[in-house]
């Protein structure tokens, strides 16, 4: 059992910078891909940046490549996601979420365990 806490949303103006983070307790954080997802209002949760078990490889959606960086620290059992250059259509809740496999994947099914959201808003 894996529990996440993410944290470091808020409000930023466009152009401007969030990292937000995914705190893991529970089960060795080491033993589990991660991946952020978001969902706007009225819209299906979909999938944003995700990141194997070491840290060693790591894959993006189209639309954050380039502003977007996912990232560990195995040792604090902390995933972040540090996010650049927001633009308003970033606005959403963003969730972390976990599974007991070596690499992440794009499909939220695909995760076993999620965190509460944290919520993210661009202003322009």
């Known amino acids: 059992q894996v529990q996440l806490v993410e944290s470091g949303g808020g409000l930023v103006q466009a152009g401007g910078s969030l990292r937000l983070s995914c705190a893991a307790s529970g089960r060795s954080f080491t033993s589990y891909a991660v991946g952020w997802f978001r969902q706007a209002l009225g819209k299906e949760r979909e999938f944003v940046a995700g990141i194997n078990w070491s840290g060693g490889s790591t894959h993006y959606a189209d639309f954050v490549k380039g502003r977007f960086t996912i990232s560990r620290d195995n040792a604090k059992n902390t995933v972040y996601l540090q996010m650049n250059s927001l633009k308003p259509e970033d606005t959403a809740v963003y969730y972390c979420?976990?599974?007991?496999?070596?690499?992440?994947?794009?499909?939220?099914?695909?995760?076993?365990?999620w965190g509460q959201g944290t919520q993210v808003t661009v202003s322009s």
């Open positions: 979420a976990a599974r007991p496999f070596v690499f992440s994947t794009m499909r939220s099914g695909d995760y076993d365990y």
